[in-house]
């Protein structure tokens, strides 16, 4: 019974969690989704919620359009902006941006840092703060295998047939020279859906690629987590009625 309820946890089958909140890191529910989007007390990935507005965003009726170009640089000042401003509270893996325009999705930011305790930090030291005259919204985020949460007809042929409204991430991407002057480092293969095609495969398969010392986890080691978490609010939840009731009493 133990090891069903293992199986079925953060999955389609699951009925009290919600898998697209533990694979995406946000549904289009939102807080009215009948399945439990609980936070994790601890993770290493902080998501910015609809943090980046693009160029186009801003535009306003009658405003001329911006050039593709200014679209582009508007992006790589952010990339550069939050990469520096996060980097202060330790070691970034990865900073992903989300170009989907779903409500739930759209500019959203996934900073994924080597250690927690980097995480929690950026997110004590961002969250209520401004950008850009908007308010930054952060929270610990369950998501980790990015190359599960990313829309796999978008990564390996840069065209998805549910188009920007799809609910799987389409990430937008720096150029490769910014990206190694950031990150000291070549992009990735999970970005690399030009040429071949099969980026996302190999993103998946060939771990030598990845940063020294960083492993995305397994969906066994995900749900495992996940469990934990739970055990541990249920404990935490227990305790508290105990408490109440002992100062009730
Ligand atoms: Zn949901
Ligand atoms: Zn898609």
């Known amino acids: 019974m133990a090891s069903l309820k293992a199986e079925v946890f953060g999955t389609e089958k699951d009925r009290v969690n919600c898998p697209f909140y533990f694979k995406i890191g946000a549904c289009r529910h939102g807080e009215r989704c009948s399945r439990a989007h609980n936070a994790p007390p601890n993770s290493t990935t902080v998501l910015f919620k609809n943090m980046y507005q693009s160029p186009l965003q801003q535009c306003r009726p009658g405003d001329p359009l911006p050039s593709a170009e200014e679209v582009e640089d508007a992006f790589e000042d952010f990339y550069e902006d939050v990469l520096v401003e996060l980097g202060k509270q330790g070691k970034i893996d990865y900073l992903h941006v989300c170009d989907n325009l779903a409500a739930h ?10 250690e927690e305790e980097a995480a929690s930090g950026a997110l004590a030291a961002l969250n209520g703060r401004y950008y850009l005259g908007r308010p930054i919204v952060a929270e610990l985020s369950p998501v980790t295998n990015f190359s599960e949460a990313c829309c796999r007809e978008f990564m390996e042929t840069g065209r998805c047939s549910r188009g920007t409204m799809c609910n799987f991430l389409h990430l937008k991407m720096v150029g490769k020279r910014l990206y190694r002057e950031l990150h000291g480092r070549e992009r990735p293969s999970l970005y690399s859906r030009r040429g071949g095609g099969g980026g996302y495969q190999r993103g998946r398969r060939n771990r030598s690629r990845s940063p020294a010392g960083y492993r995305e986890e397994t969906d066994e080691e995900r749900r495992a987590k996940i469990a934990r978490w739970n055990r541990e609010r249920r404990e935490q939840k227990r305790k508290e ?7 009730g009493a």
């Open 241 to 247: 009625a105990e408490e109440a009731a002992v100062g």
């Open 105 to 114: 999705l759209c500019g959203n930011v996934y900073a994924c840092f080597r």
